[in-house]
């Protein structure tokens, strides 16, 4: 499929030339007036190589990671997305809770590990994930357009300085 973009229209331009008016000058001319068509054929590949590097990318986690770092940070790769819940809840049941066929019952200390108890305001976020990057002057313009491009329009994010 890529044969297709690989089109030399210097080559292409001088064989469509009758042999006859295949002279220096009338040559020249001809290269001379392909000039704007070849800078168009520029734009177009560039363009092109755009639209698949969007097509490629998704709204999943390590697709929007690698192209943030691609484009932001290629050499060192630090740009980072986290879930922004840093704590995973775990629902203590009562004894009259429990089910008849196997229990429910949750107990503090398992292993002599102590299970922390968070409130609910400590297990909810306001954000869905939080983007994480270097403080090495990337414009905060530029990846707020690209997070915002990729990720889903119901998801809320907040970008921080590690």
């Known amino acids: ?5 690989n089109i030399n229209f210097k080559k292409l331009a001088i064989e469509w030339l009758p042999t ?3 002279k220096p000058i009338i040559s020249a001319i001809v290269l001379v007036l392909i000039l704007p068509l070849e800078a168009l054929y520029s734009e177009l590949l560039k363009a092109r190589k755009q639209n698949l590097i969007r097509m490629n990318t998704t709204c999943q986690k390590f697709s929007m990671q690698k192209r943030l770092n691609d484009y932001f940070d290629p050499v060192e790769r630090r740009i980072e997305i986290v ?3 840093l704590f995973d809840g775990v629902y203590l049941y009562t004894e009259a809770e429990d089910d008849q066929w ?4 949750q107990w503090l200390y398992v292993d002599s590990l102590p299970m922390y108890l968070y409130t609910e305001a400590e297990l909810n976020s306001d954000y869905d994930f939080i983007v994480k990057i270097p403080n090495t002057g990337i414009n905060q313009l530029q990846l707020r357009a690209e997070i915002e ?4 329009q119901s998801k809320n994010y907040r970008i921080d300085l590690i």
């Open 1 to 5: 499929m890529d044969s297709v973009f």
């Open 102 to 105: 196997r229990t429910k019952t």
């Open 83 to 85: 879930k922004a819940v």
């Open 20 to 22: 006859f008016l295949r």
């Open 149 to 152: 491009y990729y990720m889903l």
